[in-house]
């Protein structure tokens, strides 16, 4: 199955348990990185903002709470922005069904881009950026939330133990779908053994590029400017 489609069943499925599952399995820190990574973006109120693989809104909800009000999302899971919609009634009508790669805005249009935990299910990375590059306006930014695995041997392995072992367990008997929780630690591994996302964002035009790591290397913050 080619891999975008795939991600879309996966997150179709379990899009009314994703939230309790997203909190229960991160041990509700996925809150402080949330607004952490806003934090070091430096969001103004008068953002023009799109969150891309946005999901069920957690992270442009964050955002709102940070007093952005202008606010776009964009997920290729129907039912993850139907949840989106019940949760928050202020984006009806700015969300819309799309993948990363292809875009359905004009260039130079945005102040500021997010993605949480989307960004190593892209099926085309590079030209996701690409599209990032060309929809922000000038000196606008991207902000990237996303696993990583830890530098530390020992971590490493409790770390992989946890992913590999516990988490699908967890998931499978909450979500009732059993390549859910599979895929997550599978691709967690493979993007962060595979894909260097400071270098990436410079290859497609960006600079002023800062990596920042959260709770003992588990999580990476990523801000890239055009």
Not at 13 to 28: C, M, T
Not at 186 to 213: A, H, M, R, T
Request: charged share 25%; net charge positive; proline share 2%.
């Amino acid at each position: 199955m080619e891999k975008r489609h795939q991600v879309k069943r996966i997150f179709d499925n379990i899009s009314d348990r994703y939230d309790f599952l997203n909190h229960l399995l991160s041990f509700g820190i996925d809150y402080y990185w949330r607004y952490k990574a806003l934090k070091k973006t430096e969001l103004k109120n008068n953002c023009i903002l799109l969150d891309v693989a946005c999901g069920t809104g957690d992270f442009s909800i964050s955002a709102r709470k940070r007093g952005a009000s202008n606010i776009f999302g964009t997920d290729f899971s129907l039912n993850m922005l139907k949840r989106f919609n019940e949760k928050s009634g202020w984006i009806l009508g700015r969300n819309v069904q799309a993948v990363a790669e292809t875009l359905p805005y004009k260039s130079n249009t945005f102040t500021n881009i997010i993605v949480s935990f989307g960004v190593r299910n892209f099926y085309d990375l590079k030209k996701g950026f690409e599209e990032f590059h060309r929809i922000l306006n000038s000196k606008g930014k991207v902000t990237v939330l996303e696993f990583r695995l830890p530098d530390n041997v020992l971590l490493k392995i409790i770390y992989n133990f946890y992913f590999s072992k516990i988490l699908p367990v967890i998931g499978k008997l909450i979500s009732k779908d059993k390549e859910a929780y599979t895929y997550l630690p599978e691709s967690v591994s493979k993007f962060d053994n595979e894909v260097n996302l400071q270098k990436l964002f410079k290859e497609v035009g960006f600079s002023n590029i800062n990596l920042f790591s959260m709770t003992f290397g588990i999580v990476q913050i990523v801000i890239a400017e055009k």
